[in-house]
């Protein structure tokens, strides 16, 4: 083209109206440095919209853009692509980075060759640079390298054309105790990841031809002697424009001693939970329908395991109170485990017990689960009434109990309150003596408030807590309580010393 009589040169306008249509991109500038037209395609990957915003000229191009090298080092003044060109040098591809002067992170990446176009006489009359955008492209790459460095499970990269090796992680380099430099660059025969291999023949066939290389057991020899059996694979990728074959492994000995400390433990629990003397049972958390349970829950509730594995609990009707079986599952969402919760159980019989509830979520399998203990608390709970009844039968004449006694007795007494509902005096926060002393004088939640400077809400709050901490469910029987134990807003009364009964 560059020695075509002037007569058959393209008409520079018809030249430009040609390349304004390609999605590569043209710069063009004349060996004065004067950029002279760019292609819409062109200014895109710069991200500017006119031929003006590149710069008039290479040196204020320059100016504008920095270019780097994929290492991320600066091109120097005279390394910039047109500067190469207008010194004469030609070249088939180079890629840069290219960002905004002052930013530090690159927007594109450009791989770029040139072009001279002479005149008649042989002399470079225009300067051409030919502009691929492969930032989408470099991104990608990126991305890979970065994940395949991370991973963690071992992996290498044999180049198909020639079988070496062209990238290792560390995975592999921790498994094997190679160093990088003992595997890059080193062919398939020097380090052979299908030794030993089980279908060794296959996988050969397979690599050759670029196909996928099913698992197998194969052996791989170890940099300080000795050798490690592992599971291979291959499967063919490219990098950039190079057909490779990336290699994964499992090792096989630390997949075992693994495998072989799940059974341990799923044994151990097992056998725990078999043995637990306890009520207890295993569940899904999602619709709760019974995986296990063991003999004790078959002894309390007359269950066979054979009927109620598979199915949920509200379908077994395992739970008298529907709405204490949404707490449990509620509480279970929200925190995970669950405490002592009171729960009434039916028995298969129709028989219905009384227990405390815990639960705990956990896994099973990779199986989202529950355990649920049960415990009966029916028979400790008759035997601490009777113990109080006993007591009260026998000393009639309690006035010489102690007044944290006379609590502590009506603490057991009131068993079915809920947990924590027969408090003591002294059990009592500031806040609460205070909104109780206010209570007990007839004053309503309004001026309770008022008085105290806090909101209605809180107010509320506070009578509520004093219902569950006191085992009551009313103002009146709250200000009963509270008198019954000589309440009068101060300080605990000083429990008086114990005295001795006449005789």
Not at 13 to 23: C, N, P, S, T, Y
Not at 74 to 92: I, N, S
Not at 120 to 144: H, K, Q, T
Not at 273 to 290: D, N, Q, S
Request: net charge negative.
């Amino acid at each position: 083209m560059s020695d075509l009589p002037a007569q058959d040169h393209v008409d520079q306008q018809q030249l430009r109206l040609i390349l304004a249509a390609l999605q590569d991109g043209v710069i063009l500038f004349e060996p004065s440095q004067h950029i002279s037209w760019a292609n819409r395609a062109a200014l895109e990957m710069h991200g500017v919209r006119e031929i003006a915003d590149l710069g008039a000229t290479v040196s204020e191009y320059r100016e504008r853009f920095e270019l780097r090298y994929r290492n991320r080092h600066h091109l120097p003044k005279g390394h910039y692509p047109m500067e190469r060109v207008l010194a004469g040098e030609a070249f088939d591809e180079v890629v840069v980075e290219v960002a905004p002067a002052g930013q530090n992170e690159a927007q594109w990446t450009h791989r770029i060759r040139s072009l001279v176009l002479n005149d008649a006489a042989g002399v470079p009359d225009c300067l051409v640079l030919i502009l691929n955008d492969e930032s989408e492209r470099f991104d990608a790459e990126e991305r890979f390298e970065t994940t395949f460095a991370a991973n963690p499970a071992p992996a290498v990269i044999l180049r198909l054309s020639d079988h070496r090796h062209v990238k290792v992680n560390r995975g592999f380099l921790e498994m094997t105790g190679y160093s990088e430099e003992q595997v890059l660059g080193h062919s398939a025969y020097e380090i052979d990841v299908l030794e030993g291999a089980a279908r060794r023949e296959l996988a050969i066939e397979r690599l050759q031809n670029g196909r996928t290389i099913p698992q197998m057991e194969a052996v791989l020899q170890l940099s300080g002697g000795g050798e490690k059996r592992v599971i291979v694979a291959g499967q063919p990728i490219e990098l950039g424009d190079t057909a490779c074959m990336l290699f994964s492994f499992v090792d096989l000995e630390r997949h075992r001693l693994t495998e072989d400390a799940l059974r341990q433990s799923e044994a151990s629990f097992a056998t725990a939970f078999r043995l637990t003397p306890v009520p207890t049972f295993v569940a899904e958390r999602t619709g709760c329908r019974v995986m296990l349970i063991n003999d004790a829950f078959t002894q309390e509730c007359g269950y066979a395991e054979a009927e109620l594995v598979g199915k949920g609990t509200d379908e077994i009707g395992l739970w008298v109170d529907k709405m204490a079986g949404k707490e449990l599952e509620r509480q279970l969402h929200r925190d995970g485990s669950v405490r002592n919760l009171d729960m009434k159980l039916r028995t298969k019989e129709g028989g219905i017990l009384d227990c405390l509830v815990s639960a705990e979520a956990m896994t099973i399998g990779n199986r989202p689960c529950v355990l649920v203990v049960a415990q009966d608390v029916a028979e400790r709970r008759r035997t601490e009434s009777e113990v109080v009844a006993a007591i009260e039968a026998v000393m009639q004449d309690t006035s010489w109990f102690s007044q944290v006694v006379l609590e502590k007795l009506a603490k057991l007494r009131r068993f079915d309150a809920p947990h924590g509902a027969a408090a003591e005096l002294g059990d009592l926060p500031q806040r609460a003596r205070e909104v109780l002393t206010l209570v007990c004088r007839g004053m309503a939640d309004p001026s309770i408030a008022r008085k105290l400077r806090i909101s209605q809400n809180t107010v509320r709050n506070h009578i509520a807590a004093l219902y569950r901490r006191t085992g009551v469910n009313s103002r009146t029987a709250l200000v009963i309580w509270a008198r019954e134990r000589g309440f009068d807003g101060g300080p605990p009364r000083k429990t008086p010393e114990p005295t001795s009964r006449p005789g």
